[in-house]
DNA sequence: GAGCACTGC
């Protein structure tokens, strides 16, 4: 390890890069491509709708009128709104609510009424109903008098549609031109409330409703809507977007070209407790930006909702008041002239009094300047609603589970009356389809009183048609029984479940930083995926849960999923954090620090690819890096395409698109089918290596003009994969022409010479990736000299070359290149500089 | 002669 490493983490202080000099509008459509297009995976098949088979109750009748005319549909997303079941629990809100300066009554009166506000006036009581409705006064008050709030909600508390709502009519969420430091010109800050989701899916199904429920046109199809949202490769809003659902990679990638988030009046941080990367790097820069002195927004403050449906509220609470530096600009006393009313409001909830956290900061509270010196967190606990789910845990340990989840299949299946699905968590693609073949086998010996059984496998790699069958009620009399991988924990919501078979298990995908090496492993899961699993039986009616472990197990379980920060490679998100302004990693405020080891690694990574710049700041390459929507080694490669010796970007760019996604080669079962496959692939195949044939397979699919669908299935490639393949493409292909690198250069042959060119070009960013032959016919890596062998998946498996670049380094079995190509040993020393 | 949970720009 080079000292200047360890400088790069000691070195350098600058929290923020001042942003006054830069007064760069934001928008992403210069990114993202603004022609918006319908995915197949956001398609009115999933988007949210009420149920038609919402459960009724006495207070329903009216309730189930006013989904009338509207699609129903058994699919929500895991985002979906709960506002159907919630209303059956019985349960009335005895309070006044508080009236909504956006309420769609008001709207509506002012003009005659069309569809959308009749459909928004509809919604309104079930909206009214909703456990957040009862706590509005709450978080109004808590963010007038405070810059960050926290909020748990426990599913089905309406938080992620209803608070942006709330909030959109406050007095501080609204545009205001101001003069900034350094700047002469004068910008506006503020006006839009920004959402940000863990998954696009969530992100576009929140839009959708929320802009129904406000009876406004959603995103960019009219100039009167208000909400919006934005995802990679589907960008839907308008200069008077007021609410914005956006990714938490979208805002990162917003806050590339204004760090200081000027269109904001607020950011909501949305499913905190999934902890995903991307939100450990929101937060961090959320608590800097509130933690400065904003001198990038002209003293105006961001609003920072944080909400998670775990009472985390210690950590949370004392990482935003940790560094927390009162500003004596931060806010403008008129607008928070305001019917606070102290004594109904207190910033910290009884909640973290029961976690005694609760400490000095909260008995201070009695007026503005006490508040504004003291707790800067404000705090509200939203109950959620679900019913009761029972569980029951084997009496001992398991150790096969999936013969005990065929046995429980069977025993719930046999005692328990109908209606009723089951729905099973298991590992993986193997566990889910052995399951599916051991249920159908013994469901042929079921006397006919019995009810049938349907049996669904539900794992992301199925066909989205295979998918969608989970999706379809079952034919009377039958049982469906679902299989299915983490995809249902948080991805997919599947109605009808009532029985919950959980194996307690999950691969877990994790970096070994000292071999650089990503494994895949099978790992118990935590207590709250254990929780989380439970609750898929508990959403429209009481259920079961069928744990296959001990009640010990469970409770020496970890109580919290580990985030993904402290188990992944960091060089993109070290990468990320330096081109927004943050040289200073190691005081970067992280929710969970990595190790130091990581950090190391990924800025050595960065140094060796020339992002960075040997005294630790980023380099103009790096900060090309950044700006694309690829890994580090990948955008290394993409820009060292664009010198003018190796000049391939166009090929590059089709290469690349493939293996930033899923194999576009289907996996085929039978020996007939693979043969079959073999020889369609023929004319695809190139002996250079997979690279190569990535190249070819995207040209023809390109060429392909009549029917590109029936072209994929003749040549067994996913259809899919290949769609997903043109979207990246296409996006890369534009920030290439912006950037110059790319001039609409047609489709060229691919000569010997075009070939070394591109190869040479990929160890640009893999030369780490590379390893020899041996005299043993074994491959050693070129760096640390350990044995690798070519995975099965490679056009290249079994060959003998003098020597190997890789994509993919990844333990499963045993140590397995993917995605390969032959080089020679001085191409690799030259990439190397030895 | 292997087999891959899930996201995201």
Not at 61 to 81: C, D, H, Q, R
Not at 453 to 482: D, E, G, N
Not at 787 to 793: D, K, L
């Amino acid at each position: 390890m080079p000292e200047r490493v360890h400088k790069y983490l000691d070195g350098g202080s600058k929290p923020m890069k001042s942003a006054t000099t830069r007064d760069i509008e934001v928008t992403t459509d210069r990114l993202s491509g603004s022609k918006k297009r319908k995915r197949e995976d956001v398609d009115d098949n999933l988007s949210v709708r009420p149920r038609s088979n919402a459960p009724s109750s006495g207070s329903l009748a009216s309730v189930e009128g006013l989904s009338k005319g509207f699609k129903p549909t058994n699919l929500t997303s895991a985002k979906g709104y709960e506002p159907q079941h919630q209303l059956t629990n019985g349960s009335t809100t005895k309070q006044s609510l508080p009236k909504s300066r956006l309420s769609p009554n008001s709207l509506a009166n002012q003009s005659v009424q069309s569809p959308l506000k009749a459909r928004a006036n509809a919604l309104w009581p079930l909206r009214k109903a909703l456990p957040v409705w009862s706590r509005a006064s709450e978080i109004r008050q808590g963010l007038r008098i405070k810059d960050i709030m926290l909020l748990v909600g426990e599913t089905g508390s309406g938080k992620s549609t209803q608070v942006p709502q709330i909030l959109a009519g406050e007095p501080w969420c609204k545009s205001r031109p101001v003069t900034l430091e350094n700047a002469k010109q004068t910008v506006n800050v503020g006006g839009c409330i920004a959402i940000t989701e863990p998954r696009r899916v969530a992100a576009i199904t929140l839009a959708r409703r929320v802009a129904e429920e406000m009876g406004t046109p959603l995103g960019a199809s009219s100039p009167a809507s208000r909400v919006g949202y934005s995802v990679r490769f589907d960008n839907s809003t308008s200069p008077c977007t007021k609410i914005k659902f956006l990714t938490e990679g979208m805002l990162l990638q917003e806050m590339l070209l204004d760090p200081w988030l000027k269109q904001y009046s607020a950011v909501i941080v949305d499913e905190v407790h999934e902890r995903g990367v991307n939100v450990d790097l929101v937060l961090g820069f959320m608590r800097n930006i509130a933690a400065g002195r904003l001198e990038g927004r002209g003293g105006i403050p961001l609003k920072v909702a944080v909400m998670s449906a775990t009472a985390e509220m210690e950590r949370l609470g004392s990482f935003f008041e940790e560094g927390y530096v009162p500003s004596s600009n931060g806010v403008d006393p008129e607008e928070n002239e305001s019917d606070v009313s102290e004594s109904e409001w207190s910033g910290i909830s009884s909640s973290d009094e029961e976690h005694g956290t609760a400490d000095s900061k909260g008995k201070h509270i009695n007026g503005k300047q006490a508040e504004k010196s003291c707790a800067h967190v404000a705090t509200c606990h939203i109950e959620g609603r679900q019913f009761p789910v029972t569980i029951n845990y084997t009496p001992e340990p398991v150790q096969d589970f999936v013969d005990a989840a065929l046995r429980t299949t069977f025993k719930i299946h046999y005692q328990e009356p109908m209606p009723g699905d089951i729905l099973v968590f298991l590992t993986g693609q193997e566990t889910v389809e052995s399951l599916e073949s051991l249920v159908n086998e013994y469901a042929l010996g079921m006397s006919r009183d019995v009810p049938k059984m349907l049996v669904l496998p539900l794992f992301a790699a199925l066909p989205q048609a295979a998918q969608q069958r989970v999706f379809q009620p079952a034919p009377p009399r039958t049982r469906k029984i679902i299989l299915a991988t983490n995809i249902a924990e948080t991805s997919v919501t599947v109605s009808g479940v009532r029985f919950i078979i959980d194996c307690g298990k999950a691969k877990i995908k994790q970096f070994r930083t000292r071999i650089g090496l990503d494994s895949l492993l099978v790992k118990p899961i935590s207590k709250s995926a254990a929780i989380q699993r439970k609750g898929r039986a508990g959403r429209e009616a009481p259920g079961q849960c069928y744990r296959l472990y001990t009640e010990q197990s469970y409770l020496d379980l970890e109580p919290r999923n580990t985030p993904e920060i402290l188990r992944s490679d960091l060089s993109h998100a070290i990468l990320t954090m330096k081109a927004r302004g943050v040289d200073d990693i190691i005081n970067f405020p992280f929710l969970d620090h990595p190790p130091r080891e990581a950090l190391e690694k990924a800025l050595m990574q960065l140094f060796q690819l020339g992002a960075l710049t040997d005294t630790g700041t980023i380099s103009e390459i790096g900060q090309q890096m950044a700006k694309l929507p690829l890994t580090v080694s990948l955008g290394r490669v993409l820009i060292a395409a664009a010198e003018p010796e190796l000049d391939c970007v166009s090929e590059v760019i089709d290469i690349i698109s493939c293996l930033s996604v899923e194999n576009i080669f289907l996996n085929l079962t039978s020996e007939e089918k693979k043969e079959e496959a073999q020889s369609a692939r023929r004319e695809l195949y190139r002996r250079e290596g997979d690279h190569l044939t990535l190249l070819m397979t995207v040209q023809a699919y390109a060429a392909e003009n009549a029917d590109r669908k029936a072209w994929a299935e003749r040549h067994f490639v996913s259809h899919r994969a290949m769609q997903a393949v043109m979207d990246v493409r296409k996006q890369l292909r534009a920030q290439c022409q912006q950037s110059k690198s790319l001039k609409g250069e047609k489709p060229r042959q691919i000569t010997p010479e075009l070939a070394t060119s591109l190869l040479k070009c990929f160890l640009k960013g893999f030369a780490t990736n590379s390893a020899r032959l041996m005299p043993d016919g074994s491959y050693k890596t070129i760096v640390g000299n350990q044995t690798v062998a070519i995975h099965p998946s490679s056009g290249l498996f079994g060959k003998k070359v003098e020597a190997i670049m890789y994509n993919e380094f990844v333990f499963t079995t045993k140590s397995y290149a993917r995605g390969v190509s032959t080089v020679q040993m001085d191409w690799i020393g030259g990439a190397l500089g030895i």
